[in-house]
């Protein structure tokens, strides 16, 4: 088996400021998600990676970088967080970019005050 | 267009009865199609997956759900739950999108609340 640890796991911010999440897997997989829950809305994807140094847009791109330097991880950057916002963001990996299971890290809740 | 709906957004149960979880989704093809559940606190666990065959797909911790092609569905269900199952339950969709790639599809989740 394999895990996904993403860091911090709390992570509180001011206004206008810019923010980075971190995601290492070591199952070895291909692809990498940055998805963010919204309580309500189900996971929405802001950016994944089929391969090292790839980075293809999601549904909620616009006002988040993301960087996959090695294989193993994939960071995320906020690049101006907005007051009160909250979300859980969670990273995930899978071993293919069609039709596979996802495997989930625990997340990082954000906060913006 | 494609998406997951599920209907139910908030489930109480009592400890040891049936439980069916509702999902339907909309999409042209063949769909893949998967269950996850979050614990509090936790990232999404996959429970079962459905790709072809068998329409009953058995899962973890006695979990299982049928897909019907017919009715668009992909209902999970358990004989008998315990309050150790009290959590988020996601339906959720894969299949190739074309020109915007391939993803999964995510239902907003039920809440699933097991008194014990």
């Given at each position: 088996g394999g895990i996904i640890t993403q860091t911090p796991k709390f992570l509180i911010g001011q206004e206008g400021q810019k923010l980075t999440l971190k995601c290492q897997q070591n199952f070895n997989h291909d692809t990498m998600y940055w998805y963010r829950q919204d309580s309500g809305k189900g996971l929405r994807l802001i950016y994944y990676s089929i391969t090292e140094n790839d980075l293809q847009k999601g549904d909620l791109s616009e006002g988040y970088d993301a960087s996959r330097e090695k294989k193993s991880s994939f960071s995320l950057t906020v690049t101006s967080a907005q007051k009160n916002e909250m979300a859980v963001f969670l990273c995930a990996s899978s071993p293919g970019t069609i039709s596979y299971e996802q495997y989930f890290g625990p997340g990082t809740r954000l906060t913006v005050l | 267009a494609q998406s997951v709906t599920q209907p139910d957004a908030r489930v109480t149960v009592s400890e040891?009865?049936?439980?069916?979880?509702?999902?339907?989704?909309?999409?042209?093809?063949?769909?893949?199609?998967?269950?996850?559940?979050?614990?509090?606190?936790?990232?999404?666990?996959?429970?079962?997956?459905?790709?072809?065959?068998?329409?009953?797909?058995?899962?973890?911790?006695?979990?299982?759900?049928?897909?019907?092609?017919?009715?668009?569905?992909?209902?999970?269900?358990?004989?008998?739950?315990?309050?150790?199952?009290?959590?988020?339950?996601?339906?959720?969709?894969?299949g190739n999108y074309g020109s915007s790639g391939n993803k999964l599809i995510f239902g907003i989740g039920t809440l699933l609340s097991v008194k014990p």
């Open positions: - | 040891g009865v049936s439980l069916q979880l509702r999902c339907k989704y909309s999409y042209s093809g063949t769909p893949y199609l998967f269950w996850y559940v979050q614990y509090p606190r936790q990232g999404l666990q996959l429970l079962l997956k459905y790709y072809s065959g068998d329409p009953v797909v058995q899962g973890v911790n006695g979990f299982e759900a049928e897909f019907s092609k017919s009715n668009s569905s992909f209902h999970l269900r358990k004989a008998s739950v315990h309050w150790s199952d009290s959590a988020v339950y996601f339906c959720v969709l894969s």
